[in-house]
């Protein structure tokens, strides 16, 4: 894909304009990102309703009908259902199964478990199992 930057001091407002053969995600991704739409999204955590920076988050997973969502030290119960915060984050997030959105900047490791199954070790230490389908995503996305 050619990319081709145009400077121009004298422009009343900064823009963007794509020529796509077809929409993906990641180009969606890219217009949110380019239009600023959401940097945060706002949880519950105890008895108070606090932001969480995306570049803060680990992991958002599922749990008991509850969609959680982990940053390094602690945990926050997001209203919404998984896909619904799945289509405002940003493109640092990869989809690890059914249950769990990973935030990929923040993976320490990858460990190679029996039956060639694969699992994420996040920089906080926790154990995200990444489904069989998006396997070929994660390596993708992490250059291997």
């Known amino acids: 894909m050619k990319v081709k930057f145009n400077i121009d001091n004298q422009l009343p407002e900064e823009h963007a304009e794509f020529w ?11 217009g949110k990102e380019l239009s600023g739409e959401q ?3 706002w949880c519950n955590q105890d008895d108070e309703i606090v932001p969480v920076k995306f570049e803060n988050i680990y ?5 008991s009908e509850q969609t959680v969502i982990y940053d390094e030290a602690q945990n926050y119960r997001y209203k919404g259902r998984l896909y619904q915060i799945k289509n405002v984050l940003p493109h640092d997030f990869l989809t690890a199964s059914r249950s769990a959105i990973i ?9 190679i478990m029996d039956g060639g199954n694969i699992d994420v070790i996040m920089k906080n230490q926790i154990r995200v199992q ?7 995503d994660l390596k993708e996305r992490l250059g291997l």
Do not use: G
């Open 130 to 136: 990444i489904s069989r389908r998006k396997i070929k």
């Open 59 to 63: 992991l958002i997973q599922v749990e």
């Open 103 to 111: 935030n990929y900047r923040k993976i320490d490791h990858l460990e």
């Open 39 to 41: 940097d945060m999204v």
């Open 20 to 30: 796509l053969k077809k929409m993906t995600d990641k180009f969606s991704q890219l």
